[in-house]
């Protein structure tokens, strides 16, 4: 377990861009793989991107184009960029990390394929 600290969460217009922060405890993202989930109000919590220690990435389709994850290693740090926001990215963003390494393009990562959390931040896109 690693302690893990998103930031960056706010009120947003469409079409605008934020990005996420997530700060790890030690140095995690140097050998794990790091990842980003949502949820939104009265659904699941489903997978949004995961960046591999060798700097592999996978993103679900909804943000394909969108979004782009990258790791600072250096200072710990996992950020998430996310442009041309719509109002349906309206969730918390939680960061998340895994032991294991990127399955293959196409799985569908589920909460149970990270052992790590962190608290999560609010990202709601208004009109």
């Known amino acids: 377990q690693v302690q893990l600290v998103e930031s960056g969460g706010g009120v947003m217009q469409a079409g605008d861009s934020l990005r996420l922060s997530c700060a790890a405890s030690e140095r995690t993202s140097s050998s794990w793989t790091m990842g980003w989930f949502r949820q939104a109000p009265g659904k699941e919590r489903e997978f949004v991107a995961a960046?591999?220690?060798?700097?592999?990435?996978r993103y679900t389709d909804s943000v394909k184009g969108r979004a782009t994850i990258s790791r600072d290693t250096a200072k710990n740090t996992v950020y998430l960029q996310m442009n041309s926001l719509k109002l349906e990215d309206t969730a918390v963003y939680y960061c998340?990390?895994?032991?294991?390494?990127?399955?293959?393009?196409?799985?569908?990562?589920?909460?149970?394929?990270?052992?790590?959390w962190g608290q999560g931040t609010q990202v709601t896109v208004s009109s």
């Open positions: 960046v591999s220690r060798g700097g592999g990435t």
């Open positions: 998340a990390a895994r032991t294991g390494p990127l399955y293959i393009d196409g799985y569908v990562y589920t909460v149970t394929d990270f052992s790590s």
